[in-house]
């Protein structure tokens, strides 16, 4: 049965100014799965207004009345495990492990948050003039326009808004076109039911064809003090000019070219097992997701060979089988970009390992690519799907300066059995994560989250999510009167 959902500024559940509604399909079976408001322009307006007017009571409220309510929608969302794996299913073809995760992740997300809402922010500093006290704090900046992306959908759509909330701010999302439930209104009615003020939290749903204008207004309204982004490298390219253009700081966090590097003295089973899931867990539609393995020559003939034979076994289809693994991509469209890549790259010399073929509606196979020489479109672009290209080096130095060789620096993972030759290597990587002798996908809410060069720049996690969304100010107390040349 089809779900309808209207914007919610306010508190309110309310329809878009001009009426419309936008379709939201299901990647496996093609229907329709929700219909949303449409927002535009005007009703980003509104959501400002609600937002504005929200935030002096909720930048004043008790520090321990926030940290409740955190505390409150993590076991909110923890209770609607099944709900939100229902959702994702439909909206994005998650699959069941994939949604268990998304939830785990986000309720800690809000336990963190609840921590950081008590935590000290703020320094004393030395003075220059006598019987002066001075000071460092750190104060929220007022309302945060927010963008949650489809991939993660419970993970990002808390993340979008729980530093920004927790750091005093109120908050306007709008989430993506395909999945504005997940992302953006199923986050709002867990916080919602768990005490959030009228206002504070605000979601602007809106039709694909008007995702620029919906965008542009919300960063452009001088009320609107800062960005939080995630997604594509390409979109996060014009949110950080726009945002830039109107002089607000923005967080963005975006794509990953990202390599699990399998070093000489690695553990070949276990690091076929690490890529295995590095590389195909949500089909590969994780920011974090291993584009690239790396393989030491000495291991790669065995490594490649067993890494192939278990891809091929990985059972896909039906995102609501609790077995399946390669479920839908977010479109049939996107298994099509996906595919073609695929055929680039054997075009011009690549050799297909594992998989390979033209999709089945949005499912398309996992597939493992050797030789994929420099000028194939997939070397350097993004997969964003369960597409992997396996290449050997001979020495450390090659392994990072293959590793490297790419725009974007979000994450990378190490394998070896050599703690000490692996942080050795994980420390010339240029990006914002490594992990050594696991694979590239992990995330934890208290660790600083983000990424170097194409791949955006802040962080979230932990300390390093408040402050992103604060703003820092030097107070000064004189103790006693000064004195003035004239």
């Not at 949303?36 to 959501?47: I, K, P």
């Not at 001075?134 to 993340?159: T, Y």
């Amino acid at each position: 049965m089809t779900i309808s959902r209207e914007l919610l500024i306010g508190g309110k559940d309310v329809p878009a100014a001009s009426g419309r509604t936008a379709e939201d399909i299901s990647p496996f079976t093609g229907e329709v799965y929700a219909t949303v408001a449409a927002g535009g322009a005007e009703d980003v307006t509104r959501a400002v207004d609600a937002a504005g007017a929200a935030f002096p009571q909720w930048a004043a409220l008790s520090p321990f009345a926030r940290r409740r309510i955190f505390l409150t929608a993590a076991d909110l969302l923890e209770a609607r495990t099944e709900q939100a794996a229902e959702i994702m299913a439909h909206e994005a073809g998650g699959t069941r492990p994939w949604a268990y995760f998304n939830v785990g992740l986000a309720a800690n997300i809000l336990r963190e948050a609840a921590a950081a809402v008590t935590a000290p922010r703020g320094e004393v500093l030395s003075a220059q003039e006598e019987g002066v006290l001075g000071m460092a704090v750190r104060e929220p900046v007022g309302v945060v326009g927010a963008f949650a992306p489809w991939n993660a959908p419970i993970i990002l759509g808390v993340r979008a808004v729980a530093a920004p909330l927790a750091a005093g701010n109120t908050v306007v999302v709008k989430p993506s076109e395909d999945a504005p439930v997940a992302c953006g209104l199923f986050v709002a009615d867990v916080l919602r039911e768990a005490g959030l003020p009228d206002g504070v939290l605000n979601v602007v749903t809106n039709a694909r064809e008007d995702a620029a204008e919906v965008a542009e207004a919300l960063i452009a309204d001088p009320r609107v003090r800062m960005v939080n982004f995630t997604g594509s490298t390409e979109v996060g390219r014009i949110i950080g000019t726009h945002a830039a253009h109107h002089l607000k700081p923005a967080v963005l966090e975006l794509g990953g070219k990202n390599a699990i590097l399998v070093l000489d003295d690695a553990d070949v089973d276990y690091a076929v097992d690490a890529a295995v899931f590095g590389v195909f867990l949500n089909s590969g539609q994780i920011c974090m997701s291993g584009d690239r393995i790396l393989v030491h020559e000495s291991l790669a003939e065995e490594f490649t060979a067993k890494f192939a034979a278990k891809v091929g076994t990985l059972p896909s289809g039906d995102p609501s089988h609790p077995h399946t693994v390669i479920g839908p991509l977010v479109s049939e469209a996107s298994a099509r970009r996906v595919a073609a890549l695929v055929r680039d790259a054997v075009a011009k010399g690549a050799t297909v390992l594992a998989g390979g073929g033209e999709p089945d509606g949005a499912v398309h196979p996992a597939t493992v690519l050797h030789g994929v020489p420099k000028d194939a479109e997939i070397y350097y672009g993004e997969a964003f799907g369960p597409v992997v290209t396996v290449a050997p080096f001979a020495d450390d130095d090659e392994a990072v300066a293959l590793a490297n060789d790419t725009d974007h620096g979000l994450t990378a993972g190490v394998i070896t059995e050599n703690g000490t030759h692996g942080l050795a290597v994980a420390r010339r990587l240029r990006t914002g994560i490594v992990h050594v002798n696991d694979q590239s996908v992990a995330d934890e809410p208290q660790a600083p989250f983000g990424g170097f060069k194409a791949s955006g720049y802040g962080r979230f996690g932990g300390r390093w999510g408040l402050e992103a969304f604060s703003n820092t100010r030097w107070v000064t107390l004189a103790t006693e009167q000064a004195h003035y040349p004239f």
